[in-house]
C-alpha cells in the first residue's frame, strides 16, 4: 500500500528533513508516525499526499508512483487520501453540511451523490443532529469532526492525520482517536502523525519513530518512549 525506499529529503542549503527512509505500511493498518520537533514526521507526512516529493529515493503508494508524480494528477491522488490537519481548515462561514459539500462540489461531484454521501458521513463522525451549526457553535473536538467527514466523502483507502489533536483538550483528543480506530476498523489504512506519547500508548497499534530524520525504530503494538 506505502512504500518508501531510501527517500531523502533535503532543503537548500543543507538541511536534511529525512534521511535514507524505508518503510511498507500494509492495507489496512493502523500506524503512528512519531517524533519530537524537527524529527522529520511532518515532511514524511506530506509525501503521502504529494505536497513534497523526495530529493532522492522512491515512494509508491498503491498504483501511484509519488516521485514521478505530475502536478495534475495530484488532485486524483488526494480523493484516494484523506487528509486530517491540526487546525481543521474548516470555511467559518459555511456550516457542518455545507463544509463537507463543499469538498464534494470541488470534485464535480452530482447533487444526488452529494445527497447521498453527506448524510452516511456525518453519522459515522457522530454530528448528523448538528449539521446546520456553524464552526463557531462547535467545540474543538465537534470541528475536527468535521475535518474527519469531509476527508470521508471520497471513501479514501488512506487517511493521513496530521497532529489532529494538537489543539485538543485530553478528552476531545481521546474521542478522536476512537472515531480513527472506527474508520480503521472498517478497513481504511490510517497512519497518525503524533508527538503525544499518552495516545500513542494507549493504542497498542504500530509505532514507528523518527529522530534527525532517521528512522530509529519500528515495532508493532509498541509504544512512544521519549529519550
Not at 18 to 32: C, D, M, T
Request: positive net charge; aromatic residues 6%; hydrophobic residues 35%.
Amino acid at each position: 500500500m506505502i512504500r518508501f525506499s531510501n527517500v531523502t529529503k533535503t532543503y537548500p542549503p543543507d538541511t536534511h528533513a529525512l534521511q535514507h527512509v524505508s518503510l511498507h505500511i500494509k492495507p489496512g493498518e493502523f500506524v503512528s508516525i512519531v517524533g519530537q520537533s524537527g524529527s522529520g514526521k511532518t515532511t514524511l507526512a506530506k509525501m503521502l499526499f504529494a505536497e513534497e516529493k523526495p530529493t532522492r529515493g522512491e515512494i509508491v503508494i498503491g498504483d501511484w508512483e509519488i516521485h514521478k508524480i505530475y502536478p495534475w494528477q495530484i488532485p486524483q491522488l488526494r480523493r484516494q487520501i484523506g487528509i486530517v490537519f491540526q487546525d481543521f481548515k474548516l470555511l467559518q462561514r459555511k456550516t457542518v453540511y455545507e463544509n463537507v459539500e463543499f469538498a464534494l462540489q470541488v470534485a464535480g461531484e452530482s447533487k444526488k451523490r452529494i445527497k447521498e454521501v453527506i448524510p452516511q458521513v456525518l453519522k459515522i463522525v457522530g454530528l448528523q443532529d448538528k449539521k446546520h451549526r456553524y464552526p463557531r457553535q462547535l467545540s474543538g473536538g465537534e470541528q475536527q469532526r468535521v475535518s474527519i467527514a469531509r476527508a470521508l466523502v471520497h471513501r479514501p483507502k488512506i487517511l493521513v492525520a496530521d497532529e489532529p489533536t494538537g489543539n485538543l483538550d485530553t478528552i476531545h483528543a481521546h474521542e478522536i482517536i476512537e472515531l480513527l480506530r472506527k474508520i480503521n476498523d472498517y478497513g481504511t489504512t490510517v497512519v497518525l502523525v503524533t508527538h503525544d506519547r499518552d495516545i500513542v500508548n494507549s493504542l497498542k497499534k504500530r509505532v514507528i519513530t523518527l529522530a534527525d530524520g532517521k528512522v530509529v525504530s519500528d515495532v508493532e503494538c509498541g509504544k512512544y518512549h521519549i529519550s
